[in-house]
T-cell receptor, first 113, second 116 residues
Framework: AQSVAQPEDQVNVAEGNPLTVKCTYS??????LFWYVQYPNRGLQFLLK??????LVKGSYGFEAEFNKSQTSFHLKKPSALVSDSALYFC???????????FGAGTRLTVKP | KAGVTQTPRYLIKTRGQQVTLSCSPI?????VSWYQQTPGQGLQFLFE???????NKGNFPGRFSGRQFSNSRSEMNVSTLELGDSALYLC???????????????FGAGSRLTVL
């Protein structure tokens, strides 16, 4: 069975501090991994994805994510948070074998001035 | 170019009624997927259409159905509405042939359904 876990419902950070939004997955093989962000009253927007190669993936708005195969994790990071980063973040995993795509439950990030 | 357009954005129905939601994908995108978003369950996959054919289906009852037209526009229908159907319904389109691989999904803003 394939699943995606975002262990934190809520993450609070101060502006200027680094942020991490956690994601772990359980799927056989090497899946494709994605991060999406959702701002209020909007659909999800693509941030970044991991296909293969370098474990550190850089995406939009200064975000990056680190793929860790041994820990089956794909944590989203940003060195310096902005208030405008406050949003709902979703991790997604696609199994290459059956193309099944699953999303995590989401993590609400709040960046305080 | 225009993004994914979903209509209506907001609607209120009562139990037992049915509802039809529409999604117009990005021009050239042939794959359309539907998701249900609720605070407790996150995003749940409903179904995916490509070239007017349903290619994948999530674990939802038969009250949830959809279709895709020759111009790639898609509709989803929910019959005999229940209170638990209240949710944000998101449509996403994809450039490549199917909702597969490393293809990025482009989402619409969603249709928020409230069932009273």
């Amino acid at each position: 069975a394939q699943s995606v876990a975002q262990p934190e419902d809520q993450v609070n950070v101060a502006e200027g501090n680094p942020l991490t939004v956690k994601c772990t997955y359980s799927v056989s093989g090497n899946p494709y991994l994605f991060w999406y962000v959702q701002y209020p009253n909007r659909g999800l927007q693509f941030l970044l994805k991991y296909i293969t190669g370098d474990n550190l993936v850089k995406g939009s708005y200064g975000f990056e994510a680190e793929f860790n195969k041994s820990q089956t994790s794909f944590h989203l990071k940003k060195p310096s948070a902005l208030v405008s980063d406050s949003a709902l973040y979703f991790c997604a995993v696609r199994d290459k074998r059956n193309n099944d795509m699953r999303f995590g439950a989401g993590t609400r990030l709040t960046v305080k001035p | 170019k225009a993004g994914v357009t979903q209509t209506p954005r907001y609607l209120i129905k009562t139990r037992g009624q049915q509802v039809t939601l529409s999604c117009s994908p990005i021009s050239g995108h042939r794959s359309v997927s539907w998701y249900q978003q609720t605070p407790g369950q996150g995003l749940q996959f409903l179904f995916e259409y490509f070239s007017e054919t349903q290619r994948n289906k999530g674990n939802f009852p038969g009250r949830f159905s959809g279709r895709q037209f020759s111009n790639s526009r898609s509709e989803m229908n929910v019959s005999t509405l229940e209170l638990g159907d209240s949710a944000l319904y998101l449509c996403a389109s994809s450039r490549a042939g199917t909702n597969t691989g490393a293809n990025v999904l482009t989402f619409g803003a969603g249709s928020r359904l409230t069932v009273l």
